[in-house]
């Protein structure tokens, strides 16, 4: 397996991310059969690489092998002047998924923000697992998907 470096998402990465999502549409939570689902799913990715949340994981030959597409939820930083970040996309090529998601969202906890993210049933890359080993913990779903959160530490809390 080739060394994996991950790096912050800008707009410059749009092209390996689409790529990377199209390669896994069948796994992940994005349609992109119609014109329609596909102009969603590029506004929302344009979004989040604007947002400097989103993360990318790179092989060597800086190809986009692992993509976390995440935002600030404006609500809480109008309303409560805190950060908390809603992740809307995960994605990693099948021979990189466990090294790319571990990456991806220790990149994002390093943040020190309460993280949010909700998972479909039926999504294919087993990322319930990946997420709890990573610190989150599972909030109600409602059936259709099983929401994770992470908050940090209380200490942490404290101190910022």
């Not at 080739?2 to 990377?20: P, T, V």
């Not at 999502?21 to 929302?44: C, F, H, K, T, Y």
Request: aromatic share 4%; glycine share 6%; with cysteine.
């Amino acid at each position: 397996m080739s060394e994996l470096a991950c790096r912050g998402a800008s707009l410059s990465d749009m092209k390996g991310i689409w790529d990377l999502v199209r390669g896994v549409a069948d796994d992940i939570p994005v349609s992109i059969a119609s014109d329609a689902d596909q102009e969603r799913a590029l506004s929302n990715l344009m979004e989040c690489c604007s947002d400097n949340c989103s993360t990318v994981v790179c092989n060597m030959e800086k190809e986009i092998v692992g993509a976390l597409l995440a935002e600030r939820d404006l609500l809480d930083l109008a309303l409560a002047n805190k950060e908390t970040i809603n992740v809307r996309l995960t994605a990693a090529a099948a021979g990189h998924r466990d090294a790319a998601f571990r990456m991806l969202f220790d990149a994002l906890i390093s943040r020190g923000a309460p993280i949010y993210i909700s998972l479909p049933t039926g999504e294919g890359q087993a990322l319930a697992k990946i997420l709890s080993d990573a610190g989150f913990s599972s909030a109600s779903g409602d059936g259709k998907a099983e929401l994770f959160k992470w908050e940090p530490p209380v200490e942490a809390k404290a101190a910022a």
